[in-house]
């Protein structure tokens, strides 16, 4: 009898803890609802960049000063000062391939320039901008490796991706039958590359400069197989932020400015 | 509401990545029982040198965090994300129920070892055969609660790309973008898991305690 009891007991404990859960699920349809992004950022005097952690030459924190440094941080600090002026101040937030969309969606964050691609799937759930920069997928592996470009990627090749990203899908439609790993970040992806649990790695050749870059013993084959247009996304609908960031983003791009920043960081 | 649609479209996924969790966990789950209890006898056995290398053992793991422990097995050998996730998992672990079997042996009066020991019994013997089998039926609730963190533990796969339930989760919501939705459904998967397991060992505990 106690037994039963206790069945049942658990039984709706855990069907209660489903449904608050799937309850819970139901806030994030209210999006919209909410005040205008730019309003926002002019109100409080303040844009909050998405941008990443630990993308060599886009976006990687130098630990010996705690900054985030790159390509991405510095083209979001020009594009803040061309918009707003001094008066609003830029601030930035680590996000990854597997939380830039959530984050901007519930409002952590303005804009995220983080090496995102534009693409229809991801056009349904936020606005871009115009393409900031053009990146094409490549692959990265140790010198003097069998693997010379996308053709030698059989069944049995390990190719290491990161969870998220738009280089990850591509593989296994280009290659379906590669196994493909997929890890939270660039770094870990990199460090497993090193470790040999892989045969290559795989993401825009962007990054895979930075990565051949720290260490010269791995280099890029075959060229690019894909187009990643970059683009900077927004929360869905703030049509009045995309428009601005275009606008400061074709006068950066005028001006000279917008090269200056670009050859500072992408020699190639 | 929640979208299903995630769960029928994506149910191979969740399937796979229920199946090594379970493979995983239940691997981890033997390994770590036996190297734990051999862990624990060391620890209170009458020799300075395997007291010594049972108390390191523990001291060293238990206060390693289980991630950074996965990510040294998955570097350092030539396994694959499940396999040194397991090992991980269950180097870490062993280190718990080690303590958890060392106290119920602690807790078997001083009299129970003499008085085998007055019958002829070795000391080996005497702990197979008189102490560890009171000590582990003290011991099951500490257990049970060890062998449900090491399944939710059992998670940690899913940054070496093991495959497990949560590695599938992550790429679900990372194609899908319906982020929460998916990791709803995780966790009921988890809690299919861990409910029963909960249950099971309340059972034993009850069955353990009537033959006393």
Redesign the interface.
């Known amino acids: 009898m106690f037994k039963t009891k206790t069945f049942v007991k658990m039984a709706v404990v855990s069907i209660m803890a489903a449904i608050f859960l799937a309850g819970c699920g139901g806030d994030k349809d209210s999006k919209g609802n909410s005040k205008d992004v730019l309003a926002q950022i002019k109100e409080h005097k303040k844009i909050v960049f998405g941008v990443k952690n630990d993308t060599r030459l886009f976006g990687l924190k130098n630990p010996s000063t705690g900054e985030v440094e790159g390509f991405d941080i510095d083209l979001s600090k020009a594009l803040a000062e061309e918009m707003f002026g001094k008066d609003v101040k830029p601030e930035y937030v680590e996000v990854t391939s597997k939380t830039r969309v959530g984050l901007l969606n519930n409002g952590k964050v303005d804009a995220v320039v983080a090496t995102m691609t534009i693409t229809e799937e991801r056009k349904k759930e936020v606005d871009f901008t115009d393409v900031y920069f053009q990146a094409g997928q490549s692959l990265l592996v140790k010198k003097g490796s069998k693997i010379q470009s996308i053709k030698d990627l059989k069944q049995g090749t390990k190719v290491l991706a990161v969870k998220g990203s738009t280089s990850a899908i591509n593989i296994r439609e280009k290659a379906p039958e590669t196994t493909v790993l997929e890890y939270e970040n660039y770094a870990e992806a990199f460090t497993a590359l090193k470790a040999g649990k892989g045969d290559a790695l795989t993401t825009d050749d962007a990054i895979l400069y930075g990565m051949a870059e720290e260490d010269p013993s791995f280099e890029l084959v075959g060229g690019t197989f894909t187009e990643e247009p970059y683009g900077i996304a927004v929360k869905k609908g703030n049509q009045e932020l995309v428009d601005a960031l275009n606008k400061a983003l074709k006068s950066l791009k005028d001006s000279g400015k917008y090269d200056e920043i670009k050859n500072k960081w992408i020699k190639n | 509401?929640?979208?299903f649609s995630i769960l029928t479209t994506n149910i191979d996924s969740f399937l796979q990545g229920l199946k090594i969790t379970i493979i995983s966990s239940l691997i981890a789950l033997l390994c770590s029982f036996i190297l734990g209890t051999l862990l624990a006898v060391m620890r209170i056995a009458p020799f300075k040198t395997l007291n010594w290398f049972g108390t390191a053992y523990v001291e060293f793991i238990r206060n390693i965090p289980v991630l950074v422990i996965v990510f040294f097995t998955?570097?350092s050998g030539?396994f694959?994300?499940m396999a040194a996730g397991t090992i991980g998992l269950t180097i870490y672990t062993a280190a718990f129920i080690a303590e958890a079997i060392r106290a119920g042996i602690m807790s078997v009066p001083n009299g129970q070892m003499e008085a085998a020991r007055s019958t002829g019994l070795s000391y080996g013997q005497a702990m197979r055969m008189v102490i560890l089998p009171q000590a582990i039926k003290i011991v099951i609730p500490p257990l049970g609660n060890q062998f449900i963190n090491l399944v939710k533990n059992s998670s940690l796969l899913a940054?070496?790309?093991g495959g497990d339930l949560m590695?599938q989760g992550?790429?679900i919501?990372?194609?899908t973008?319906v982020?929460?939705?998916t990791y709803?459904f995780v966790?009921?998967f988890y809690?299919v898991l861990t409910?029963p397991l909960?249950?099971g060992v309340?059972?034993l505990e009850?069955r353990m305690a009537r033959s006393n």
Do not use: C, E, R
């Open positions: 509401m929640l979208d998955y570097l030539n694959g994300g940054v070496v790309a590695y992550d790429l919501s990372a194609k973008y982020t929460f939705d709803v966790a009921l809690l409910i909960s249950l309340g059972f009850k």
